[in-house]
């Protein structure tokens, strides 16, 4: 038998000559706008921008200058007493708030009040001798007084014997009198002579008398002065044994208690007023365009990065090295040069409330707008 046969094949359909003539294409993103352009374009040089303002660079390089080397200062007081002695009493506690004049402490006053008391003693003393000097000197005028008299009766003495002595001449020529009893009315009138000469000495030293008590009193009065003057003294001494705080503020830990001897000097407890400013530490480089008046932002490290405003506030008049004790001698020949540092002082700005946990000590980072307002 023979095989069946199989059908043929069927031709193949012609080619579309327009389809042969078309490449394979891929595949493209859909065409964005011009909106979306201009926003990415927009976005990429902000994001630019931003970098370079972040690390200073051109354009914005010296807009500002930055530095971490900076604290917060105070007037920080150190409360020392002026005279020694035990602490009595000490009616504050570590940290406390205090008012100007409240009392911080107390030493023992009984010796300080017994001085009082001598040298009110002393001044008493002092103003009876003068008071004294007042009566020497009436005693003294009513002495010349009484010289007055004695001259005015030696004076009428001597005119009685003048007169006598007249008469006696006359009688004398006629014989109606010895030569004896002439001499005698002589003498008398001699005597005269000499009494009015005596009356008048006494007079001249009751006047000096009189003077050597009115020149004595300025050294009574001077004394009088001198025995106030160590009264008033005895009397700060007294008050000095109450410590007060000399300003508002806060106090630090206590450093003495009660029952310790203190001495003028011992340094009993720190007083940190509420007045604080930031002290920043720039290079000399930094601070070419700095000046009065510009502002200045700073994070401190205790407030978690709170950022504050203030504004310079004063530039110091030399760099720190020329306020060392110890200078530094570049005069030999391993010369390398450093940056100094040029302490600007930033006052802050009132009405932040974040601004009253500042204490002074605290790190600070400041950055200054050298471009900001000037004074």
Do not use: C
């Amino acid at each position: 038998m023979s095989e069946p046969s199989s059908p043929a094949p069927e031709p193949a359909p012609a080619a579309d000559p327009q389809v042969a003539a078309t490449p394979p294409q891929g595949w493209r993103p859909p065409e964005k706008s011009r909106l979306t352009v201009a926003t990415i374009i927009t976005i990429a040089a902000l994001a630019v921008l931003a970098l370079l303002y972040a690390w200073q660079l051109p354009p914005f390089a010296g807009l500002t200058e930055a530095t971490d080397n900076a604290y917060v200062r105070g007037r920080v007081t150190i409360i020392s007493p002026e005279v020694s002695g035990y602490v009595t009493s000490v009616p504050v506690q570590d940290f406390a708030e205090v008012r100007a004049g409240q009392i911080i402490a107390t030493i023992d006053d009984r010796i300080y009040k017994a001085r009082v008391a001598q040298a009110e003693a002393n001044v008493a003393a002092q103003e009876a001798a003068l008071a004294n000097s007042a009566q020497a000197q009436r005693s003294r005028e009513t002495a010349t007084q009484s010289q007055d008299a004695a001259i005015a009766n030696a004076a009428a003495q001597l005119s009685r014997a003048r007169a006598d002595m007249k008469r006696a001449d006359a009688l004398v020529a006629d014989g109606s009198i010895s030569e004896r009893e002439r001499d005698q009315t002589r003498a008398a009138l001699m005597a005269a002579e000499a009494g009015v000469r005596q009356a008048e000495a006494g007079r001249a030293i009751g006047t000096q008398d009189v003077r050597t008590v009115v020149v004595g009193r300025d050294g009574l009065r001077a004394a009088v002065e001198a025995a106030r003057a160590q009264l008033r003294l005895a009397q700060i001494d007294l008050d000095n044994t109450v410590i007060r705080a000399p300003a508002d503020g806060q106090l630090s830990e206590i450093g003495v208690r009660n029952g310790a001897y203190v001495a003028p000097g011992t340094q009993l407890v720190f007083l940190v007023p509420r007045d604080v400013w930031v002290v920043a530490n720039f290079k000399e480089a930094q601070t070419h365009g700095m000046a009065v008046g510009q502002p200045a932002r700073f994070h401190v490290d205790a407030l978690g990065g709170v950022q504050l405003a203030g504004r310079v506030q004063n530039i110091a008049p030399a760099a720190g090295s020329e306020f060392a004790v110890i200078k530094a001698d570049n005069a030999t020949g391993n010369f390398v040069k450093v940056a100094q540092r040029i302490a600007v002082r930033i006052a802050v700005d009132p009405g932040q409330a974040a601004a009253q946990r500042l204490r002074p000590g605290m790190s600070v980072e400041v950055s200054v707008d050298t471009h900001g307002g000037k004074q």
